[in-house]
């Protein structure tokens, strides 16, 4: 009755056996379920040194411990695989309807081995689990294949919930992920690559099993409170869209960052949803722009002001939200004036990908970014990796390393949305160039030469999130410590002082307010919030939370309360940061047993602001990122000179017998 | 009394703890919450604030404990 199931199903797709596994109480209380249970599971299950594409690796659908135990914004589901870009632990995360869906199956994760001789999907219910053709709809993108999927698996009580891969991950590309609820994805890692690769086209659930919660009565008090503060809180109708960059101006000349009431944002996300940053993060620096090697004056206000949230909030004609949410801030936009587009519809383009293939190519049209947002969510790939792949040929094109013989006669320029779209379809279909730029900017560079590194945006292969770690240097730390490097949903300042930990945690330091420049330090204080945050968000992680409940702040939505209720473990907000931390240790620990060596995990240098920006609200601005990141190691117990956890570490999180 | 205040950045923080609380005579309202932070009048009718959550006027009165918060966007997405 603990909110978990006890249960994982461990299906081998190579000899098509499906067994259910039990898993002890211990292992929940030491890794919570979500990202903790899937590490704690891959850690045994692969063997040291497993190709990523091959039948050794294993691949995790886990949900989160507090999904559908009555607790809100609570309904994100995890994908974890050994990732076949970076080598290295690899997971990525997805909201909309699917993470309930495994636990009403009757598990808590559901795991795959082996590889299939043929395309197969996997169909689950409350009574059976079985393999199944999938012949029809392999080659379909992840739309098409989930219509067909959902229509066939359809029960009297409804329909299935899928996660699917398009054709992206069938043929492997490096960048691709995982799809769910029509288009959403679970992009980052590459984990669709490993989906294809084990010729697995879906996972279909058609469970109604209950969900359980220790104590119902005190989730539904907690949960209502919160509910009640973010139904209250709404952005008046007369302020536009344009208050958003008045705001990002002003913040971009203040000298000073005080703590904010992050609950407050439920508002611009129910008007805007993440779109409400398109503008904003231009003008005030947080969008890198022009493969971060621009500013706003490069891209031009007349350019960028097309992408405002009033424009695209224009072409909504639906909003919806995921499973536990009370924000609500996704949406479906209609597509227009795309010639060569056969789409209506989209999900609202989120933030990311309106930034990577907007700001970060010079590109103000927002007609294509609506058409591109559904191209990447039906193929399965990853749009902030694809856009770095784009920004990157456009560079080398611009620097004569690329010729139009190598393009297929595109003329790539910054903004030249034609040309983008054209080489974004090479890439979906691995054609011509395209097919280099499909496994990711690092990958390409490689294979390219010539000197084309330099304009490859990478840490430890993934192309980092579309925040500026020039605007918010603990951004910076998180894109190369975090052993899943590039992520931009670990930590950062903003984040740290939304959430105000202090409140709970007794060793997180508390803040009111302090000159923003102490954020460009590699000081100790730094590196304790870059620790509770990192360990934090692996909590999150673990119970299927949402990031932007998280920014609420833990005195507005408060996990640990909501995991006493669940669980009746009565445990503290420091035993559940060490829980985060215990985490985040073993990702290390896996990431070390596969050989990856933590020192070259390296942001660009433009990344760190070598050499800084010449114009535009980051003018100037550098960030001693790698000393941020050793002292972060040491802040986490690990050697601060190599970022490998150190024995009594290792000791301290009960994790030896991780430790070959 | 005492009120928590979640001050936007540009405000004078003269009178707010490291709580980021205040202190106000009985009978206060917001307006005498602004008026210490010093909000510059032009501004006012662009903030988003709100008193418990709720939505408030320059002239709600305050009570001990009450929790005073403006919208500070977050860059993110």
Same mark, same amino acid.
């Given at each position: 009755?603990?909110?978990?199931?006890?249960?994982?199903?461990?299906?081998?797709?190579?000899?098509?056996?499906?067994?259910?596994?039990?898993?002890?109480?211990?292992?929940?209380? !030491?890794?919570? +379920?979500?990202?903790?249970?899937?590490?704690?599971?891959?850690?045994?299950?692969?063997?040291?040194?497993?190709?990523?594409?091959?039948?050794?690796?294993?691949?995790?659908?886990?949900?989160?411990?507090?999904?559908?135990?009555?607790?809100?914004?609570?309904?994100? *589901?995890?994908?974890?695989?050994?990732?076949?870009?970076?080598?290295?632990?690899?997971?990525?995360?997805?909201?909309?309807?699917?993470?309930?869906?495994?636990?009403?199956?009757?598990?808590?994760?559901?795991?795959?081995?082996?590889?299939?001789?043929?395309?197969?999907?996997?169909?689950?219910?409350?009574?059976?689990?079985?393999?199944?053709?999938?012949?029809?709809? &392999?080659?379909?993108?992840?739309?098409?294949?989930?219509?067909?999927?959902? $229509?066939?698996?359809?029960?009297?009580?409804?329909?299935?919930?899928?996660?699917?891969?398009?054709?992206?991950?069938?043929?492997?590309?490096?960048?691709?992920?995982?799809?769910?609820?029509?288009?959403?994805?679970?992009?980052?890692?590459?984990?669709?690559?490993?989906?294809?690769?084990?010729?697995?086209?879906?996972?279909?659930?058609?469970?109604?099993?209950?969900?359980?919660?220790?104590?119902?009565?005190?989730?539904?008090?907690?949960?209502?409170?919160?509910?009640?503060?973010?139904?209250?809180?709404?952005?008046?109708?007369?302020? +536009?869209?344009?208050?958003?960059?008045?705001?990002?101006?002003?913040?971009?000349?203040?000298?000073?960052?005080?703590?904010?009431?992050?609950?407050?944002?439920?508002?611009?996300?129910?008007?805007?949803?993440?779109?409400?940053?398109?503008?904003?993060?231009?003008?005030?620096?947080?969008?890198?722009?022009?493969? *971060?090697?621009?500013?706003?004056?490069?891209?031009?206000?007349?350019?960028?002001?097309?992408?405002?949230?009033?424009?695209?909030?224009?072409?909504?004609?639906?909003?919806?939200?995921?499973? !536990?949410?009370?924000?609500?801030?996704?949406?479906?936009?209609?597509?227009?004036?795309?010639?060569?587009?056969?789409?209506?519809?989209?999900?609202?383009?989120?933030?990311?990908?309106?930034?990577?293939?907007?700001?970060?190519?010079?590109?103000?049209?927002?007609?294509?970014? =609506?058409?591109?947002? $559904?191209?990447?969510?039906?193929?399965?790939?990853?749009?902030?990796?694809?856009?770095?792949?784009?920004?990157?040929?456009?560079?080398?094109?611009?620097?004569?390393?690329?010729?139009?013989?190598?393009?297929?006669?595109?003329? =790539?320029?910054?903004?030249?949305?034609?040309?983008?779209?054209? =080489?974004?379809?090479?890439?979906?279909?691995?054609?011509?160039?395209?097919?280099?730029?499909?496994?990711?900017?690092?990958?390409?560079?490689?294979?390219?030469?010539?000197?084309?590194?330099?304009?490859?945006?990478?840490?430890?292969?993934?192309?980092?999130?579309?925040?500026?770690?020039?605007?918010?240097?603990?951004?910076?730390?998180?894109?190369?410590?975090?052993?899943?490097?590039?992520?931009?949903?670990?930590?950062?300042?903003?984040?740290?002082?939304?959430?105000?930990?202090?409140?709970?945690?007794?060793?997180?330091?508390?803040?009111?307010?302090?000159?923003?420049?102490?954020?460009?330090?590699? !000081?100790?204080?730094?590196?304790?919030? +870059?620790?509770?945050? !990192?360990?934090?968000?692996?909590?999150?992680?673990?119970?299927?939370?949402?990031?932007?409940?998280?920014?609420?702040?833990?005195?507005? &939505?408060?996990?640990?309360?909501?995991?006493?209720?669940?669980?009746?473990?009565?445990?503290?907000?420091?035993?559940?940061?060490?829980?985060?931390?215990?985490?985040?240790?073993?990702?290390?620990?896996?990431?070390?047993?596969?050989?990856?060596?933590?020192?070259?995990?390296?942001?660009?240098?433009?990344?760190?602001?070598?050499?800084?920006?010449?114009?535009?609200?980051? $003018?100037?601005?550098?960030?001693?990122?790698?000393?941020?990141?050793?002292?972060? &190691?040491?802040?986490?117990? *690990?050697?601060?000179?190599?970022?490998?956890?150190?024995?009594?570490?290792?000791?301290?999180?009960?994790?030896?017998?991780?430790?070959? | 009394?005492?009120?928590?205040?979640?001050?936007?950045?540009?405000?004078?923080?003269?009178?707010?703890?490291?709580?980021?609380?205040?202190?106000?005579?009985?009978?206060? %309202?917001?307006?005498?919450?602004?008026?210490?932070?010093?909000?510059?009048?032009?501004?006012?009718?662009?903030?988003?604030? %709100?008193?418990?959550?709720?939505?408030?006027?320059?002239?709600?009165?305050?009570?001990?404990?009450?929790?005073?918060?403006?919208? %500070?966007?977050?860059?993110?997405?």
């Amino acid at each position: 009755m603990k909110g978990y199931t006890g249960k994982i199903l461990f299906v081998d797709l190579s000899t098509g056996r499906i067994v259910a596994e039990p898993i002890p109480d211990e292992v929940y209380e !030491s890794f919570l +379920s979500g990202v903790g249970l899937g590490c704690y599971v891959l850690h045994k299950k692969i063997p040291k040194g497993a190709d990523p594409l091959g039948p050794d690796n294993v691949l995790g659908f886990v949900s989160g411990l507090l999904t559908g135990t009555g607790s809100v914004m609570t309904g994100r *589901w995890m994908a974890v695989a050994k990732s076949p870009l970076t080598g290295g632990w690899g997971d990525a995360n997805c909201g909309g309807t699917f993470s309930p869906a495994i636990k009403r199956c009757g598990y808590d994760g559901i795991f795959f081995r082996g590889t299939s001789d043929r395309p197969v999907y996997l169909y689950v219910d409350s009574h059976k689990a079985e393999l199944r053709d999938a012949t029809h709809v &392999w080659g379909k993108d992840a739309v098409e294949a989930e219509d067909i999927l959902e $229509e066939e698996c359809a029960k009297k009580q409804g329909k299935p919930k899928i996660a699917v891969i398009g054709t992206s991950g069938e043929k492997q590309s490096l960048i691709s992920g995982i799809c769910n609820d029509h288009g959403r994805i679970a992009a980052r890692s590459g984990l669709g690559a490993v989906m294809g690769s084990k010729k697995l086209k879906a996972v279909v659930l058609a469970g109604n099993g209950r969900i359980t919660c220790e104590n119902p009565e005190l989730m539904k008090t907690i949960s209502k409170e919160f509910t009640g503060k973010v139904r209250k809180i709404n952005i008046p109708r007369f302020l +536009s869209g344009r208050l958003l960059e008045i705001a990002a101006n002003l913040q971009s000349r203040m000298t000073r960052v005080a703590v904010p009431d992050g609950i407050m944002a439920a508002g611009i996300l129910k008007k805007w949803g993440t779109g409400f940053n398109n503008v904003m993060g231009v003008v005030n620096g947080d969008t890198p722009i022009k493969n *971060w090697n621009g500013s706003g004056l490069d891209f031009g206000k007349s350019r960028y002001r097309n992408l405002a949230p009033d424009l695209l909030k224009q072409r909504e004609v639906k909003r919806y939200s995921c499973y !536990s949410c009370v924000v609500g801030c996704g949406g479906i936009s209609r597509i227009e004036d795309i010639a060569e587009g056969t789409f209506r519809e989209t999900h609202t383009p989120e933030y990311e990908t309106v930034s990577a293939f907007g700001s970060l190519l010079l590109n103000g049209n927002l007609d294509s970014i =609506l058409y591109i947002n $559904e191209l990447l969510n039906r193929a399965g790939m990853d749009s902030i990796s694809a856009g770095h792949a784009v920004a990157f040929a456009i560079e080398c094109f611009e620097n004569g390393i690329l010729t139009s013989e190598d393009t297929g006669g595109l003329q =790539l320029a910054w903004g030249n949305t034609e040309a983008i779209v054209k =080489l974004l379809k090479q890439m979906i279909h691995r054609e011509g160039l395209g097919d280099l730029l499909a496994d990711g900017v690092k990958a390409a560079s490689r294979r390219i030469g010539k000197g084309s590194l330099k304009y490859a945006i990478h840490v430890g292969g993934q192309e980092p999130g579309l925040h500026d770690s020039r605007f918010d240097p603990m951004m910076g730390v998180h894109y190369c410590a975090d052993p899943t490097p590039g992520k931009h949903t670990i930590g950062c300042f903003q984040y740290y002082n939304y959430v105000q930990l202090w409140n709970e945690v007794s060793w997180a330091p508390k803040i009111s307010i302090y000159p923003k420049y102490e954020e460009y330090l590699a !000081s100790s204080e730094n590196a304790t919030k +870059s620790v509770a945050i !990192s360990c934090y968000k692996q909590v999150i992680d673990g119970i299927g939370g949402c990031l932007f409940a998280m920014t609420m702040g833990v005195h507005n &939505w408060n996990p640990f309360r909501m995991l006493n209720a669940a669980t009746n473990w009565h445990k503290t907000a420091d035993e559940y940061l060490e829980i985060g931390m215990r985490i985040q240790t073993l990702k290390q620990l896996f990431n070390i047993r596969e050989g990856i060596d933590p020192r070259n995990n390296r942001a660009h240098p433009r990344m760190a602001g070598n050499p800084p920006l010449e114009n535009g609200p980051l $003018e100037g601005k550098s960030v001693p990122i790698h000393e941020m990141v050793a002292l972060y &190691w040491e802040h986490m117990g *690990w050697h601060g000179e190599t970022g490998i956890p150190a024995k009594e570490t290792v000791e301290k999180l009960s994790l030896t017998d991780f430790v070959a | 009394m005492k009120v928590k205040v979640y001050a936007p950045a540009f405000a004078s923080f003269q009178h707010l703890d490291d709580d980021s609380s205040m202190k106000l005579p009985e009978g206060a %309202t917001l307006n005498d919450v602004f008026r210490r932070l010093k909000i510059p009048l032009p501004l006012r009718p662009f903030l988003v604030y %709100t008193v418990n959550y709720e939505k408030a006027g320059l002239n709600t009165p305050l009570n001990n404990g009450d929790v005073v918060s403006f919208l %500070t966007p977050l860059a993110g997405g």
